[in-house]
């Protein structure tokens, strides 16, 4: 079964809301088994309209990503980061 991804591109405006956001967010991430593989870290942006704060957060499947995207554990999580910045997210299975 391929593994799923959760790739998000963000803007933070505020991090001490945002750090509450993450923290919250944890609860949500031990329970559909995300792996952070890639949280903010030196960038280059070589095409396009890129950011500076890049993650991606591996899962056992595309069905945990979505899990976790869509659990009320997140939901929580999510209200935290009202007015902390943008943030694009998109779920994709592996290969």
């Keep these: 079964m391929p593994k799923g991804y959760l790739i998000a591109h963000a ?3 505020d991090a001490e809301k945002w750090g ?3 923290a919250k967010s ?3 991430l031990d ?6 593989i890639v949280r903010g870290g030196k960038c280059q942006i070589m095409e396009g309209n890129g ?3 890049n993650v991606v ?3 056992p499947s595309y069905e945990h990503a979505l899990g976790y995207s869509t659990s009320p ?3 929580e999580a999510k ?4 007015g902390a910045g943008t943030i694009d997210i998109t779920i994709v299975e592996g290969v």
């Design 73 to 75: 554990e997140y939901a």
């Design 11 to 13: 803007v933070v405006t």
């Design 20 to 22: 509450q956001y993450v």
């Design 79 to 82: 209200k935290l980061r009202q």
């Design 51 to 53: 950011v500076q704060r």
């Design 57 to 59: 957060i591996e899962f």
């Design 31 to 36: 329970k559909y088994e995300g792996k952070p």
């Design 26 to 28: 944890k609860i949500a």
